[in-house]
């Protein structure tokens, strides 16, 4: 290839490269500020919520299965419609 049809293109990739670099930057600066203590624990308290609410949702689950499986053994138990 010609190096004079490449020549355009060093600027360019130049100034690509500065900005991913300038993103980076300030990405890991809003990453290093982002921490602060209330957050930290608000987004604890969060998850321990979150984590009680699929535990919850978990044995809810269980008793709906056990529900259905003794709703299936015992069709006759049903009621009878009425008779007129």
């Given at each position: 290839?010609?190096?004079?049809?490449?020549?355009?293109?060093?600027?360019?990739?130049?100034?690509?490269?500065?900005?991913?670099?300038?993103?980076?930057?300030?990405?890991?600066?809003?990453?290093a500020?982002?921490?602060?203590?209330?957050?930290a624990?608000?987004?604890?308290?969060?998850?321990?919520?979150?984590?009680?609410?699929?535990?919850?949702?978990?044995?809810?689950?269980?008793?709906?299965?056990?529900?259905?499986?003794?709703?299936?053994?015992h069709?006759?138990?049903?009621?009878?419609?009425?008779?007129?």
């Amino acid at each position: 290839m010609d190096p004079n049809a490449l020549a355009p293109l060093i600027p360019i990739a130049a100034i690509v490269a500065w900005g991913a670099v300038k993103i980076a930057k300030i990405k890991a600066q809003s990453r290093a500020a982002g921490v602060d203590p209330d957050t930290a624990g608000r987004l604890q308290a969060l998850e321990q919520e979150v984590g009680i609410l699929r535990q919850e949702m978990v044995e809810a689950q269980e008793r709906l299965d056990f529900t259905e499986r003794v709703l299936a053994q015992h069709p006759a138990d049903r009621l009878a419609p009425p008779s007129n």
